[in-house]
């Protein structure tokens, strides 16, 4: 469990069927990353070990038949408050930069530890409930007319509108850069800028979409340079069952709401703003891929009691399982399955394994296909291709 400040205090325990203890749940994961493995165990009283040191002592039964680790990380998300503006690292610059971080002896719980593994890290937002975030920008056009009724009154908006001139080659770009990094981004013009924001916001008859969040976010980070990027972020609402996929190099912030979010087996995040973390927005602004084609929705199919879900790459898929009877999972690859409701039985060849809601269990590479009996809904994770031989243990992060 992580108990970050921006988590909220009740859904998650509202979710898991557990008590709130008055203390913020943001983040549970289920995973064997180096920083926050599940345990795993095989009853209620065996405290169970690592998730991660299992794998190592036998990857090939664990993962598969090349070994390694776990392609993927679940997580269930419950956002109060909005989360760092961020962006994840492309492969090469994660294998780079944690061979650097770790030349040059820096802890991995260091405060101003960037890079926490060397892999990659694209991510899935699947909402419990409706989730609201940020997440790549809007048409250029679109922030230079957002931003013109403001360069009246804030030298940071005009530099803006400036650069995202028609016609400029690059200009989105340019106007990232001097938001993060700028003399005309320092933290008075910042505060100048989102006054402005705040004057336009009680304007009659204006749209308040493109103001109302900056606004916002000032009461807790004055100043924060990221306050003018927000303002150039696609606002993105999904309802319960919708999902978003995240690309590496995409700047995004999840805002509020309850979620499953599956990401590849990493945690290396640079932080632009709105955090009291390390923050870095010249690597930031370094690190966003432009040519990307940003956050996309994935390919959704049903098969009977599965919603699937499939980004558009083959890390990883997670499943939506309405189990009312018997369900037999096509998936293959080393799963973990969350029981979020009612009661489940995981039948595979290695024998069988109850759930409860709020419990959970990892599927190792060593027996054939699952089947679930029971009434629950379970949400399972799988990578996005693998061999299909897999075993049970149960998990926690709690």
């Known amino acids: ?49 690592a998730l991660r040191d299992v794998i190592a002592r036998n990857p090939r039964s664990c993962v598969g038949p090349d070994g390694g ?9 419950g ?24 030349a ?36 250029p056009e679109d922030i230079r007319a957002s931003l013109a009724p403001l360069a009246g009154a804030s030298a940071l908006a005009r530099s803006l509108v400036q650069a995202l001139a028609p016609g400029r080659p690059g200009a989105l770009r340019e106007a990232v850069q001097i938001a993060l990094t700028g003399v005309d981004a320092n933290p008075d013009a910042v505060i100048e800028f989102t ?15 493109p103001y109302a969040l900056p606004v916002a976010l000032a009461k807790r980070y004055p100043g924060d340079r990221a306050l003018a990027v927000v303002m150039m972020m696609t606002h993105i609402s999904l309802a319960p069952g919708e999902a978003l996929y995240v690309p590496p190099g995409t700047l995004h912030a999840y805002l509020r709401g309850l979620a ?21 927005a010249a690597r930031v602004a370094t690190t966003i891929d432009w040519g990307a084609s940003g956050p996309v929705r994935p390919a959704v199919s049903r098969q009977g009691a599965i919603r699937l879900l499939r980004p558009p790459q083959r890390l990883f898929q997670l499943a939506d399982i309405r189990v009312t009877g018997s369900t037999q999972v096509p998936l293959e690859g080393p799963r973990i399955a969350l029981a979020l409701e009612g009661q489940v039985t995981a039948f595979t060849d290695l024998g069988s394994l109850h759930l409860s809601r709020g419990q959970s269990l990892f599927a190792m ?34």
């Open 260 to 280: 499953v979010e599956i990401t590849g087996p990493s945690d290396n995040v640079l932080r632009a703003g709105l955090t009291r973390k390390y923050i870095d």
């Open 79 to 102: 956002v109060a408050d909005p989360l760092s503006l961020q962006v994840h690292p492309g492969a090469e610059q994660a294998r780079a930069g944690f061979a650097r971080e770790e």
């Open 195 to 209: 006054a402005a924001c705040r004057r336009q916001l009680a304007a009659p008859g204006d749209d308040p979409g």
């Open 69 to 77: 680790e776990l392609p993927f990380l679940l997580k269930i998300l």
């Open 365 to 398: 590479a060593s027996e054939g296909a699952m089947t679930l009996r029971g009434k629950s809904r379970v949400i399972l994770a799988a990578p996005g291709m693998g061999p299909a031989t897999w075993g049970l243990a149960k998990t926690t992060n709690l």
């Open 104 to 139: 040059a002896g820096i802890a991995l719980e260091a405060p101003n530890r960037t890079y926490k593994d060397p892999h990659v890290k694209p991510e899935m937002v699947y909402a419990l409930a409706s989730f609201e975030l940020l997440a790549g920008f809007r048409r």
């Open 1 to 49: 469990m992580r108990s970050y400040a921006w988590g909220s205090v009740d859904q998650v325990p509202r979710l898991l069927g557990v008590a709130p203890t008055g203390d913020p749940v943001a983040e549970i994961w289920l995973g064997a990353h180096a920083t926050a493995s599940a345990l795993v165990g095989r009853g209620e009283d065996d405290a169970g070990v």
